[in-house]
């Protein structure tokens, strides 16, 4: 079974860093894209950042550029996202989702997510 | 950056009977688009890529159509699962993907 599995989330004080991790099983990790994509509470989508299988090719969303970083450990089936300087508006449960490029960067299957919280 | 519009923001309708759902791109994003449908307390879940092709699993009664910026979603028949939140996303000319704001689908 696919499965994607997000961990670290958590309260945090505006200004402060977090490491988020996406744990994947049941399929060949390394020759998939992963992306980033969060959720505000009761808010929409908002996707946040791509990483291509090799880790070559980053994207991130401007609202996040310069503060956060993608990476992966394909020896370790991982995914991370690191928060660096969050803001009050990086509030939200951060889901890991497959990409399908070069198909189409689509997004399934994804996490159940990981809720991240910014109190002053 | 392409802005996704979706109509209506809630949509009330009986079981049974056909829910439509439309998202509108900015511009032209060709058939490069997705829908997903969220439950309170869920992760997202694909129901449709490629503008037209169910993912897998997912059941005949779902469809989807259009091409450029004008897009459908189509429930036939709605059953008590289908009520939710839907959202279309495109893949065109990216960074950056966008979302649309979402639909509720909810219980007439």
């Known amino acids: 079974e696919v499965q994607l599995v997000e961990s670290g989330g958590g309260l945090v004080q505006t200004g402060g860093s977090l490491r988020l991790s996406c744990a994947a099983s049941?399929?060949?990790?390394?020759?998939?894209?992963m992306n980033w994509v969060r959720q505000a509470p009761g808010e929409g989508l908002e996707w946040v950042s791509y990483?291509?299988?090799?880790?070559?090719?980053?994207y991130y969303a401007d609202s996040v550029k310069g503060r956060f970083t993608i990476s992966r450990d394909n020896a370790k089936n991982s995914l991370y996202l690191q928060m660096n300087s969050l803001r009050d508006e990086d509030a939200a449960v951060y889901y890991c989702a497959r990409g399908w490029d070069p198909y189409g960067n689509w997004f399934d299957p994804w996490g159940q997510g990981t809720l991240v919280t910014v109190s002053s | 950056e392409i802005v996704m519009t979706q109509s209506p923001a809630t949509l009330s309708v009986s079981p049974g009977e056909r829910a439509t759902l439309s998202c509108r791109a900015s511009q032209s994003v060709s058939s490069n688009l997705a829908w997903y449908q969220q439950k309170p307390g869920q992760a997202p879940r694909l129901l449709i890529f490629?503008?037209?092709t169910r993912a897998t699993g997912v059941p005949a009664r779902f469809s989807g159509s259009g091409s450029g910026t004008e897009f459908t979603l189509t429930i036939s028949s709605l059953q008590s699962e289908d009520f939710a939140v839907y959202y279309c996303q495109h893949y065109n000319n990216w960074p950056p993907i966008t979302f649309g704001q979402g639909t509720r689908l909810e219980i007439k």
């Open positions: 490629g503008a037209s």
């Open positions: 049941g399929f060949t990790f390394s020759t998939y894209t």
């Open positions: 990483i291509s299988s090799s880790g070559s090719t980053i």
